[in-house]
């Protein structure tokens, strides 16, 4: 075979190669190309665009769009239904821990009230606050010279007279002298706090000093929350009998609020059993000045 052969049948072959593509390699505007070609370079730049390395990569450029179900009426209805329900469920159950709460707050205050009154003792001779008994500030030749446990005669009137009350060093805080269920409107020294003290602190005016702490018994009443109701809002303090408050309702039943006690503890009472003891002919934990039959 001469040279003239071998280059005729080299072209030959190499103009088979050119117009034969083979496997996997495709070139648009080829001559040969099939119909089926086009439509697969045509997915191929699909792909391409929407970043993918290959057709299985991209399900948006080989399956048709598929719709989306939404929610039928009486499936919405029944959602509706249910959570109206726990709503119905839940907030009287939320109101309970609500009160709860602020009568929890409202036993922390009168604990913390007491805790004042001891220090304040400690550094006093054993002597605790005066009870701001109206008769011992505004008694001529007679009236306090001091500040009593809540105020100092005779500013009573604004929450910032509480600054001068004896007890106000150890706590430094108005929010412990205000009871978070006492509802406005406030008249008098319930302007400044939500409880009074005891007047036997004093003999109920009798005496122009409190009666030292180991006099007391421990279950000795000394603070309660005053009705906000009444007309007993001119001092710091009160007799027993001039009623405490109904605004704790716990458990179903109306609570006489929270008392403290000589000792630092602190309790919640009915109105029943704070009106046995408050209206007793006898010495009771309320009616309770040291070394007296009765108690007043």
Not at 79 to 100: F, R
Request: with cysteine; proline share 4%.
């Amino acid at each position: 075979m001469g040279h003239a052969d071998t280059a005729s049948r080299s072209r030959a072959i190499t103009a088979k190669k050119a117009s034969d593509p083979g496997p996997g390699r495709l070139y648009l505007g080829h001559p040969n190309r099939s119909r089926g070609c086009e439509d697969l370079m045509r997915l191929r730049l699909c792909c391409t665009r929407l970043n993918t390395t290959s057709l299985t990569d991209s399900p948006r450029c080989l399956s048709a769009p598929t719709s989306r179900r939404g929610f039928t009426l009486v499936e919405l209805v029944v959602v509706v239904s249910i959570i109206t329900l726990l709503i119905a469920i839940l907030l009287p159950a939320m109101k309970q821990a609500k009160t709860n709460a602020r009568t929890v707050r409202c036993q922390i205050n009168e604990r913390q009230l007491m805790q004042a009154q001891h220090m304040y003792a400690s550094d006093n001779y054993g002597i605790p606050a005066h009870s701001n008994w109206l008769s011992n500030e505004n008694g001529g030749a007679n009236d306090m010279k001091y500040a009593g446990w809540l105020y100092k005669w005779p500013k009573r009137a604004k929450l910032k007279d509480i600054e001068a009350g004896a007890l106000w060093r150890y706590l430094n805080d108005y929010d412990i002298y205000r009871c978070q269920e006492h509802a406005k409107p406030w008249g008098g020294t319930e302007r400044i706090t939500s409880y009074c003290l005891n007047g036997s602190l004093v003999f109920f005016g009798k005496n122009n000093y409190a009666f030292p702490l180991n006099r007391w018994r421990p279950d000795d009443i000394w603070y309660w929350e005053t009705d906000e109701n009444s007309n007993w809002w001119n001092d710091g303090s009160n007799f027993p009998r001039e009623f405490a408050t109904g605004r704790h309702d716990l458990g179903g039943n109306r609570g006489a609020g929270n008392v403290a006690t000589m000792d630092g503890g602190v309790e919640w009472l009915s109105i029943q059993d704070y009106h046995d003891l408050a209206f007793s002919s006898k010495r009771t934990r309320l009616w309770n000045v040291p070394n007296d039959a009765n108690g007043r």
